[in-house]
């Protein structure tokens, strides 16, 4: 696991106490190419990544300053293919059809059968290659709902792929998990009840929740909109999201790390305040031990409660939550 740290536009102030910061862990989380790895990368390295790379892991480090408050940010992106193996299960079963003729040539016929073999770790990282040989045989679209279809329904722990085992490893101990969907594909929202939400009640019930909009730049894209109008679909909107959010008791905020550095830096802003809220609320409770299920050590940090007040005021000046 890499660990990048970046401080660059997050100076001290000067005669602060650098042991006076505080520390925060956030987990990121949505469905595969939502766009996490863009957000975090362009928060923490102030640059976006111009390929995509499917995530396993990755760790960065960043740190925030509000309200001469120094921040000390552990934040985790994780993958978000969860639901690969039961997709390629399905397109084993009931549509071999769809790549008949396949001799072991055709490499999505390989794919498959690395799936019946049981290599479910290796195969979702050719998830994404299965689908673009499904297009060719169906149609973009078709693959796509093919492949997603109503798994998320079905979907339950005991068959899910080589992620959904790793992913749990990065929730413990955190203060927020981040919950990403792609504004320009209208099923990665539904994946926050169909998947996020249960998965963080399961691993941290007590974790506070953000839902990002992300790709907000795609919302007026001519491209996006020509694609998902021709399967009667139209971009995620402001409502739609903000109605999710309410569902999951969680703020909502939209960001585009492709256009504008400063949404994303938002979204950090408001989860570094609810991370803080957290702890000060689990101080009032008395350091109770209403820990999560695997959460074994939750530490007491007193010197949250004491700036929690304060970056209230600052959240309310510079980001527009729910
Ligand atoms: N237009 C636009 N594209 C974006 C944005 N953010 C990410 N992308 C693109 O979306 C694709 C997926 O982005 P990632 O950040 O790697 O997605 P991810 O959620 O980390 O994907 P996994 O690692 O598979 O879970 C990449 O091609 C990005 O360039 C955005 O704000 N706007």
């Known amino acids: ?116 073999a049981g290599r479910t770790a290796r195969l979702a990282l050719t998830f994404g290659y299965v689908v673009s040989c499904l297009c060719q045989a169906v149609g973009f679209q078709s693959a796509v709902h093919y492949c997603l279809g109503d798994l998320g329904l079905h979907a339950s722990h005991s068959c899910s792929p080589y992620y959904d085992n790793v992913r749990p490893l990065s929730y413990p101990d955190s203060d927020a998990v981040i919950i990403c969907f792609d504004i320009s594909r209208p099923e990665t929202l539904d994946s926050v009840l169909k998947k996020w939400k249960g998965e963080i009640q399961e691993f941290c019930p007590n974790t506070k929740m953000l839902l990002v909009g992300c790709k907000s730049d795609l919302r007026t894209d001519l491209t996006t909109l020509v694609e998902l109008s021709n399967h009667r679909q139209t971009p995620v909107s402001y409502d739609q999201g903000s109605a999710m959010a309410k569902q999951i008791s969680a703020p909502y905020i939209e960001c585009s790390a492709v256009q504008s550095e400063n949404s994303v830096r938002d979204i950090f802003h408001v989860a570094t305040l609810a991370c803080v809220n957290k702890n000060n609320k689990n101080i009032k409770r008395n350091k109770s031990a209403r820990s999560t299920k695997r959460i074994s050590h939750m530490p007491s940090r007193p010197d949250l409660a004491a700036v929690s007040t304060d970056l209230r005021k600052d959240k309310a000046k510079s980001c527009t939550v729910m």
């Open 1 to 116: 696991m890499k660990e990048r740290r970046s401080i660059q536009k997050l100076s001290l102030q000067p005669g602060m106490d650098p042991s006076q910061s505080l520390k925060c862990k956030i987990v990121v989380v949505g469905d595969s190419q939502c766009g996490k790895t863009a957000l975090l990368h362009v928060f923490a390295k102030d640059c976006f990544p111009e390929n995509y790379v499917p995530t396993v892991f990755e760790n960065y480090t960043a740190s925030f300053e509000i309200d001469k408050q120094r921040i000390e940010l552990s934040l985790w992106d994780t993958s978000g293919y969860w639901y690969v193996s039961r997709a390629c299960a399905r397109i084993t079963q009931e549509r071999s059809d769809l790549l008949s003729g396949g001799t072991g040539k055709c490499p999505a016929d390989r794919c498959l059968r690395w799936a019946s």
